[in-house]
């Protein structure tokens, strides 16, 4: 250490009873001919680091470490195979940026600066180009050690969730692709679970009907005051045979008015059942489906053949 090189950062580890091994952070400063020296606890840090470098072996996982005072840029084993770039590099803090896309960097590197300004975590999931090309999406953790108010280092994590997030953007697809078939024949979905005898309905559903938006889970009762007075009991008797059928197969049929609505329309319901350890339905999933229109269709065509009949 001298004029030239004034500070310098170490970390030294020691035996030491009863922690087995302590670790002790150095920063040496010199000045006016003199060195002075700040330490820092860093047993359980190390501890967690080591223990992070483990995992990162055996997951898609990576650990790395910043260091805000001399910019030095830690990577382990895990960090460097997720982004597919040759661990003999040497890390710097604008390497590891060059990975996101441009449009993405600003943003990656205000995280940081957010963190040491503010002495807060920070989580964030983005996309990533590998040194290989490969895109991938990672999830990043950071956590700041605070020294006499300053942000000293920042211990952060990567994991690769590129499987995970593909998969749930897959969901995302398909559920948007149910919702617009659904939308398409005039349906709504709904969960009901027979033991409470409480209907979770979807907003389509809520909507089509009346119910409703501000709940998410109605009881049955209410929603039989919407069928019709002339269908009701055969509704019900339906209902009930179905749930005593094994058949995990549902079928029921009535008239059910809106509540801005006194017109009644037709709607058929379609759904699926599960059954307990004793064989008894706890849980049926389905659709109701307006078919007011083809009924009334089918009806005219009836109405229209009888004239045709009498005419003959």
């Known amino acids: 250490i001298n004029e030239t090189n004034s500070i310098i950062n170490a970390t030294f580890r020691f035996p030491s ?7 002790l952070k150095l920063e040496f400063i010199y000045e006016d001919g003199f060195i002075y020296a700040t330490g820092i606890d860093a047993t359980e840090e190390n501890k ?21 005072k001399n910019g030095n840029m830690y990577w382990s084993e895990g960090c460097y195979r997720i982004k597919e770039l040759d661990p003999k590099i040497p890390i710097t803090r604008e390497l590891g940026a060059s990975f996101y896309p441009k449009e993405s960097r600003p943003r990656m ?11 807060q975590p920070y989580t964030y999931t983005e996309k990533i180009i590998t040194a290989k090309g490969v895109e991938k999406w990672v999830k990043v953790k950071a956590h700041p050690v605070v020294y006499n108010n ?3 280092f920042v211990n952060g994590t990567i994991v690769d969730i590129t499987d995970r997030y593909k998969y749930i953007e897959r969901l995302k697809y398909n559920e948007e692709t149910k919702r617009l078939a659904l939308k398409g024949i005039k349906s709504g979905l709904f969960d009901h679970h027979l033991p409470e005898n409480v209907v979770f309905y979807s907003e389509d559903l809520k909507k089509m009907i009346g119910l409703p938006l501000d709940k998410d889970f109605i009881p049955e009762e209410d929603f039989r005051k919407l069928i019709h007075p002339k269908d009701v009991d055969q509704a019900l008797k339906r209902h009930s045979d179905n749930l005593k059928d094994k058949n995990p197969y549902y079928f029921n049929f ?3 008015h809106h509540h801005n609505d ?12 599960t059954f307990d350890d004793e064989g008894k339905a706890f849980r049926l999933i389905g659709n109701l489906i307006d078919v007011d229109e083809k009924t009334r269709n089918e009806k005219l065509v009836k109405e229209s053949k009888k004239h045709l009949q009498a005419m003959i």
């Open 17 to 23: 009873d009863p922690k087995g091994i302590m670790s």
């Open 48 to 68: 967690e680091h080591r223990a992070l470098q483990v995992i990162s072996k055996l997951t898609k996982t990576g650990a790395w470490y910043f260091n805000p």
């Open 109 to 119: 590197e205000n995280y940081l600066d957010t963190l040491i300004k503010t002495k």
């Open 150 to 152: 300053d942000v000293v």
């Open 254 to 256: 009535y008239r059910l």
């Open 262 to 273: 006194k017109e009644y329309r037709h709607y058929e319901v379609y759904g699926f059942k």
